[in-house]
């Protein structure tokens, strides 16, 4: 079960376009939202979600909260802060350059 | 600005996480477990057993622990990971090599810690503004011409004519007896103008200083003088003390930084070595408006307005001068002032040279303990270059092995920085008593925050610099290279380096050790100086009271003299007391009378000298020459029989037998100051390094207008042991005068070397310094040959092996050391010729070295080097072949 590896600094983009798409939600279901979307072609190892979450945590774009799940167990909610809102469309902006740059070599190339 | 602030709370942030790094761990555990769990559920849901359902979620996770140091990484807490595991080695090692660790710690503690007390007295003495509002506008009034004296006449003509200050004020200083128990103290006071304390702007730290409405009769006390006779009394205020039986009302404590003017008692003759001022009290104009016109003050302090600049006001005084000149026509010539800025004035030239002489002199010391302690880590490093090696070929880069190396040394100066800490607080607390008679402000020194940066940044500089160069060692490990051929790169690079350093050492050495020599030259010869006094045997009782007024003319006058000779005889009637005599002032004590030459003619004789010059005054008592073992080289002394009634009689020194009337033979002489009837040897009074000056003597019962408030000393030569004498005299002097406060009782050898007070405390600090300064040269040298001769003990035992010559071997590595000593010899020389000038700044002024002394110095320290590789060498040459290649 090979997965495709995602490009650098491109998690960061999709855990917070994800939450900025749904409002909070815990780990889980940032990787399933994140599967979901990109119908499995992106999906990580998994727990690498988690040390990009702190990461994120320390640098004031997200904040988390202690809650219960639907079936009743603790989980920690995610949740977009205005500087990681300000991060997002950095991040969207860098990648559309960087994507339409190697968009651009690779038809010339073709 | 945004941006800085979100780094700032990011940092925030990180911290907080940092300092519950348990907590965050344990959630980040739960938060994956959970991430885990569930998946495996959503598995299980699709249909998958549960023991696969849960191997695939964990695979599809990947490894927790990994994840967590992923994290742990993201947080930055890794490379203090690193930083800990790099202090926690490197204190392991230390703690392994005890001897280097402890040998650095102290060598650096006694740089670090020495450094920083001289550094504490610097700071406090020159560095610190005045503890008064706005010093900078403070200034001092003297008068012109100084050979005039330097009070300031018409004090009123100025502030009436001059716009540039703010407030003048005017205030002189005597000595007063004070009456709280059976013995009467002295006390040291200033009479000062009401506007005083609000023109230094100082509040007191108990009740009000000079107010408006204050009579005369108030007193401000220093808070020395408070803890001290008054027991610290909170409720003080208003309490009566008697002066000479005027009585004052305490109105206020001053805090005890408060020290005005400083050096006060020191400026009054008589009085040494005496910084205090222990109260200040009013001065009100004389009724007598005639009287009013003229007050004149010793000592006059004033405040610029803003903004006047000082050269301004003095320009505007100059011009005041002349005009006042122009009313006044002085008979004695032009009178006038000259400004001085205060703290010009308490930290002149004399007082911060040598301080700066000193701290020059410590940071070579300072310099010296880095050298030999980076001398020391080198060879260390060297040792440990496998270890080293190794982690380089494990990974290691080479950041990381020059931070290993650097927070090793910051670690060693860290500890070395607190010990020095404990150093520098004793220190600065010895030296500040020991000067804190000659310079002001010295007693205060002490290790505040201020030194205790000072330290701080001294501590970091010396780790970084006697870690660098291990630490660019170890930047530099290639572990092929290295591990190809281990022992020889490190020590073939860094051996020249290593040289270069012992040479330092050798040479900073040579420039301590030259200077300490001057002064212990000079100390020398100053001891050995003939005073022309004996003063074996001898000791003196100041003595002084209050006169009162009705003994201060006439026929009073004669009682009080007379009660000095009476107290002089009782004291020679003592069993054990071979003399006794009276004085007012010891010689090389504080000087006190002079008169011009000019003033002395012999009966008849008009028209001046050619050239007049100056001659000291004394009065003194008929037994004041056997007790002191002065000789009359001609004639006779002063008798009890020359009394005021009988004809006035004076003695003069041979120096002014000799300037006043050549040839001739002077006894017998008449002059207008009396009938010469002796000559006296010639005594130093003013310094043992400066040669007698004329001098003339007065029996105290014919002249006895300097029976004043500064009293007299009385001189006793006895036999034996003077502990019981003290007591007797004691008793003596109460029975004659029950209201003569006795102090200062000091032997007359103790007054030689109070004389060479200001001079003492830097011999010693410098003759410190050249030790430290030479052992550590020594050890550096011997470190360096004892660890060549450790790295070629190989190529020693197979020269050995092949039959080479034993004394050739020897001379081989002895060559080496002898060539560092002599380029370490030559460069110190040239660096104490460029130093040289500084020893002129002292106090007292020292010759600088001459050949002679260098070398001198120069053979001490390359036989002390010389001595430092013989040990080493003859133990490399003395190895047993054998032993020495089978080892390897």
């Known amino acids: 079960m090979r997965r495709d590896e995602i490009p650098r600094g491109t998690l960061d983009l999709l855990i917070l376009k994800t939450l900025a798409a749904a409002g909070e939600l815990h780990g889980f279901e940032i990787a399933e939202a994140i599967e979901r979307r990109s119908a499995d072609v992106l999906s990580v190892e998994e727990g690498s979600l988690y040390p990009a979450l702190q990461r994120m945590l320390a640098k004031g774009w997200v904040s988390a909260e202690w809650g219960t799940t639907a079936e009743n167990r603790r989980a920690r909610y995610y949740r977009l802060v205005p500087a990681g809102r300000r991060q997002l469309q950095i991040e969207v902006s860098r990648f559309q350059r960087v994507f339409s740059a190697i968009a651009r070599i690779v038809e010339v190339g073709s | 600005m945004t941006r800085l602030l979100g780094t700032m709370t990011a940092l925030v942030r990180r911290t907080r996480m940092l300092f519950r790094r348990r907590q965050v761990d344990h959630e980040l555990d739960e938060e994956m477990r ?20 849960r191997r695939h979620a964990r695979r599809r996770f990947g490894s927790p622990v990994r994840h967590r140091e992923a994290a742990h990484d993201a947080l930055g807490w890794r490379s203090l990971d690193e930083l800990r595991q790099d202090l926690r080695h490197s204190l392991r090692a230390l703690l ?53 004296g330097e009070s300031v006449d018409g004090l009123d003509d100025y502030r009436d004519r001059s716009t540039s200050f703010e407030a003048l004020a005017g205030y002189s200083l005597s000595a007063r007896y004070l009456r709280l128990d059976a013995e009467p103290q002295r006390v040291m006071t200033v009479r000062a103008e009401r506007s005083l304390f609000s023109l230094l702007g100082v509040e007191p730290i108990l009740g ?32 009566t003390l008697t002066l000479d039986n005027e009585p004052f009302a305490v109105i206020g404590v001053m805090p005890a930084s408060f020290q005005f003017p400083y050096s006060a008692a020191s400026s009054l003759p008589g009085v040494v070595r005496e910084t205090r001022t222990d109260l200040w009290v009013l001065w009100e104009p004389p009724a007598d408006p005639g009287l009013r016109a003229r007050p004149r003050f010793s000592y006059v302090t004033g405040r610029l307005r803003e903004p006047v600049t000082f050269e301004a006001a003095a320009s505007e005084l100059a011009l005041i ?91 060693l100066a860290g500890a070395g920085g607190l010990v020095g800490l404990m150093i520098a607080w004793w220190g600065s607390h010895r030296l500040g008593a020991m000067l804190a008679a000659q310079v002001p402000r010295a007693g205060d020194a002490s290790v505040d925050w201020r030194v205790a940066l000072f330290l701080a940044v001294v501590c970091t500089g010396t780790g970084l610099l006697f870690g660098l160069a291990p630490a660019v060692m170890a930047g530099r490990t290639n572990a092929r290279a290295m591990l190809a051929d281990a022992d020889r790169q490190g020590a073939a690079t860094f051996g020249r380096f290593r040289d270069a350093l012992v040479a330092i050492q050798i040479g900073l050495a040579f420039v301590l050790a030259a200077g300490a020599g001057a002064l212990i030259r000079d100390l020398y010869l100053l001891r050995a100086t003939d005073s022309g006094m004996v003063t074996a045997n001898v000791i003196t009782f100041h003595l002084g009271e209050r006169l009162d007024p ?98 006035p009689v004076i003695l003069v020194n041979e120096t002014l037998a000799r300037l006043r009337f050549g040839n ?24 043992l390094a400066t040669p007698a000056e004329p001098e003339l003597y007065y029996p105290i019962a014919q002249n006895w207008s300097q029976v004043d408030d500064l009293g007299m000393t009385l001189v006793v030569r006895h036999e034996g042991a003077p502990g019981p004498l003290v007591a007797a005299i004691r008793r003596a002097v109460r029975d004659v005068n ?91 020389l040239v660096a104490a010729g460029v130093a040289a000038p500084l020893l002129q700044t002292l106090p007292v002024s020292v010759s600088p ?28 040459s003395t190895v047993d072949p054998m032993v020495v290649l089978r080892n390897d």
Not at chain 2, 378 to 393: G, I, K, P, Q, Y
Not at chain 2, 773 to 788: C, E, K, N, Q, S
């Open chain 2, 34 to 53: 959970l991430h885990v769990d569930l998946r495996q559920r959503r598995l299980e849901s699709a249909g998958m057993a549960p023991d696969a359902a």
């Open chain 2, 849 to 876: 070295p001459g050949i002679a002394m260098s070398a001198a110095v120069a053979v001490l320290l390359a036989v002390v080097a010389t001595a430092a590789c013989l040990l080493p060498t003859y133990r490399a």
């Open chain 2, 550 to 647: 009705a003994l201060r003319n006439g026929a009073g006058q004669s009682v009080a003299t007379g009660r000095f000779y009476e107290i002089a005889d009782r004291a020679r009637q003592l069993p054990g007391v071979q003399a006794a005599g009276i004085t007012q002032v010891l010689p090389l004590q504080n000087w006190g009378w002079t008169a011009s030459s000019a003033d002395f003619r012999l009966r008849g004789q008009t028209g001046l000298a050619a050239s007049p010059f100056a001659m000291h005054l004394r009065y003194v008592t008929d037994g004041y020459f056997r007790a002191l073992g002065i000789p009359i080289r001609a004639g006779r002394a002063f008798t009890p029989a020359d009394t005021a009634s009988a004809p």
């Open chain 2, 321 to 411: 001068d002349a005009r006042l000149q122009a009313e006044r026509l002085d008979p004695y010539g032009p009178r006038g002032v000259r400004l001085e800025r205060l703290d010009d004035v308490v930290t002149g030239p004399t007082v911060r040279r040598p301080l700066v002489l000193m701290f020059v002199a410590v940071t070579i010391v300072l310099l010296l303990t880095c050298v030999n302690v980076a001398n020391l880590a080198l060879m260390r490093a060297l040792s440990r270059r496998r270890d080293l090696t190794v982690r380089a070929a494990l990974g290691a880069g080479p950041l990381r092995l020059v931070r290993l190396c650097l927070v090793e040394s910051l670690q």
């Open chain 2, 738 to 828: 029950a209201n003569l406060a006795m102090f200062d009782v000091k032997s007359m050898d103790e007054v030689v070397t109070d004389s060479l007070a200001t001079f003492l405390p830097y011999l010693w600090l410098m003759t410190a310094f050249a030790v430290v300064g030479l052992t550590l040269a020594a050890t550096g040298t011997y470190g360096l040959i004892a660890y060549v001769g450790a790295a070629r003990r190989r190529e020693c035992a197979i020269r050995g092996a092949l039959g080479a010559d034993q004394r050739r071997l020897v001379w081989l590595m002895l060559r080496r050391g002898i060539l560092i000593t002599v380029v370490g010899l030559v460069s110190g």
């Open chain 2, 664 to 687: 001739t033979d002077p006894i017998g002489l008449e002059t207008n100051r009396g009938r010469i009837v002796g000559v006296v040897a010639d005594v130093r009074q003013v310094h």
């Open chain 2, 208 to 239: 009000h200083t000079f107010a408006p409405d204050d009579s005369a009769a108030v007193a401000v006390v220093s808070r020395r003088f408070w803890e001290e006779r008054l027991g610290g009394d909170p409720g003080v205020l208003g309490r």
């Open chain 2, 96 to 148: 392994h090599d005890r001897a280097f660790a402890i040998t650095v710690t102290l060598t650096l503690a006694l740089g670090i810690g020495a450094t920083a007390a001289i550094f504490s007295l610097l700071d406090h003495v020159v560095l610190r503004p005045l503890p008064f509002k706005r010093p900078d506008r403070l200034v001092q009034l003297y008068g012109t011409p100084a050979t005039r």
